[in-house]
């Protein structure tokens, strides 16, 4: 225990020694993404208080042939994104990514996800201390987690 | 390490767009092979990309991203000639990296 403490403290110390400006995470949130309920992953990301929000557009299809590549694009209008998160409702673990944005980088994203079944993908923004989400039904054909 | 990642960085108006295809199974733990076994998760968890040094950008994935990662993100105030570096993590440790200078659309 004291050894991992150790090594902890190390990479977050070497973490903001290399990013003074924005601090970035470097940690991967294991709770966060092993939550195989949306709120429970939400609530390990400590997102609350989402506020619906048309400043935000996912792009993805309407019907997805083969859920083991579906392509989604997120982009925020939102002034000053932090972060987009990507949650899929209906998969084994609904967080698929947590996207964090410094400066110079634009909040917006593509990805290519795994979707099991037919779901709500939901892309949630981080601006300052808020909290903004939009969602888009994709309807799966074939199970991409098989 | 170039044959793990493909990227190209555009500059287009003010935006540079950054695409990156990298390599690797993204299994999630969760398959059986052929002959029952499971297949050891084996997924990429971090991804990092910089700008001449400086870090625009963090990812954190889990095992719903598909195999062979795609990824597109836009950068403000790159020049033609910067460099963009990715970097990534898996959950065993691997890792992988690859650098583009920008250029012109």
Same mark, same amino acid.
Request: a positive charge; glycine letters at 8%; one cysteine or more.
């Given at each position: 225990?004291?050894?991992?403490?150790?090594?902890?403290?190390?990479? /977050?110390?070497? #973490?903001?020694?290399?990013? *003074?400006?924005?601090?970035?995470?470097?940690?991967?949130?294991? *709770? #966060?993404?092993?939550?195989?309920?949306?709120?429970? /992953?939400?609530? /390990?990301?400590?997102?609350?208080?989402?506020?619906?929000?048309?400043?935000?557009?996912?792009?993805?299809?309407?019907?997805?042939?083969?859920?083991?590549?579906?392509?989604?694009?997120?982009?925020?209008?939102?002034? &000053?994104?932090?972060?987009?998160?990507?949650? =899929?409702?209906?998969? *084994?673990?609904?967080?698929?990514? &947590?996207?964090?944005?410094?400066?110079?980088?634009? %909040?917006?994203? =593509?990805?290519?996800?795994?979707?099991?079944?037919?779901? +709500?993908?939901?892309?949630?923004?981080?601006?300052?201390?808020?909290?903004?989400? #939009?969602?888009?039904?994709?309807?799966?054909?074939?199970?991409?987690?098989? | 390490? #170039?044959? &793990?990642?493909?990227?190209? /960085?555009?500059?287009?108006?003010?935006?540079?767009?950054?695409?990156?295809?990298?390599?690797?199974?993204?299994?999630?733990?969760?398959?059986?092979? +052929?002959?029952? +076994?499971?297949?050891?998760? &084996?997924?990429?968890?971090?991804?990092?990309?910089?700008?001449?040094?400086?870090?625009?950008?963090?990812?954190? !994935?889990?095992?719903?991203?598909?195999?062979? *990662?795609?990824?597109?993100?836009?950068?403000? @105030?790159?020049?033609? %000639?910067?460099?963009?570096?990715?970097? !990534?993590? +898996?959950?065993? @440790?691997?890792? %992988?990296?690859?650098?583009?200078? =920008?250029?012109?659309?």
């Amino acid at each position: 225990m004291q050894r991992r403490k150790f090594i902890k403290a190390l990479f /977050a110390a070497s #973490a903001l020694a290399l990013v *003074p400006i924005k601090a970035f995470a470097a940690m991967w949130n294991t *709770p #966060a993404f092993q939550a195989t309920k949306l709120q429970e /992953a939400m609530a /390990a990301l400590q997102i609350s208080n989402v506020t619906l929000s048309n400043d935000i557009q996912i792009i993805a299809p309407d019907k997805a042939e083969n859920g083991a590549v579906v392509q989604i694009e997120v982009m925020s209008r939102i002034p &000053n994104t932090e972060s987009i998160t990507i949650f =899929v409702e209906n998969n *084994p673990t609904a967080l698929i990514a &947590n996207f964090l944005f410094g400066e110079g980088a634009e %909040g917006f994203v =593509v990805t290519r996800i795994k979707m099991a079944e037919t779901s +709500d993908v939901l892309a949630v923004i981080k601006s300052g201390n808020r909290y903004f989400s #939009a969602k888009k039904r994709v309807e799966v054909l074939e199970n991409g987690c098989g | 390490m #170039a044959e &793990n990642m493909r990227m190209r /960085a555009q500059l287009k108006g003010d935006t540079t767009e950054v695409k990156v295809l990298m390599t690797h199974p993204m299994e999630t733990g969760r398959r059986k092979s +052929d002959s029952g +076994d499971v297949i050891p998760a &084996n997924f990429i968890q971090l991804v990092s990309a910089s700008l001449n040094g400086n870090q625009v950008l963090e990812a954190q !994935w889990g095992t719903g991203i598909s195999k062979n *990662p795609y990824l597109t993100f836009h950068l403000r @105030g790159a020049k033609v %000639g910067d460099i963009v570096r990715v970097n !990534w993590t +898996d959950n065993q @440790g691997k890792t %992988g990296v690859g650098e583009i200078a =920008v250029t012109l659309a």
